[in-house]
């Protein structure tokens, strides 16, 4: 998280799109150097790449959506459950839902293509990474 922040906070006008290119290129490094059986620092690139991603959300005054906390994520979907049974609340908590049913369909995918792929099955979040910065950016979305 820390490098993904220092990276959004030196970027400029562009801090999203400049984040997720961040993220693409350590996804790529790992990507590289699983391929040439360097695992372990494939590993700590990957690592880095998953917090750094975190920076991309950032809202200003330092707020974040936490993208890799799989039971907070749950915590949250249900508190708002409970709020919309009491009649509280509405639904901004499907947004977590939302979240979770990414966060798992991201670890089934990359447990089904590893067994085939290794460590070059990052190659896909890379590129992904790198299209959805291009499209931050032409967005002008932060």
Known sequence: MTLGSLCRSLA?????????????????????????ELNAPAVALTTLAMGAENAAFEQPGGGSVGLTYMTGTLAKI??????TLLG????????YVAL?????????????VYPALGMAALWLPAIVSVILALCTRRLRIG
């Open 100 to 112: 979770w049913a990414g966060l798992l369909s991201g670890a089934v995918a990359g447990a089904m």
């Open 12 to 36: 400029g006008a562009h801090r999203r799109s400049a984040v997720l290119l961040f993220v693409a290129a350590l996804l790529a490094g790992a990507a590289l150097l699983g391929m040439v």
């Open 78 to 83: 249900g508190q708002g459950i409970a709020t």
């Open 88 to 95: 509280k609340g509405g639904f901004a908590w499907l947004s």
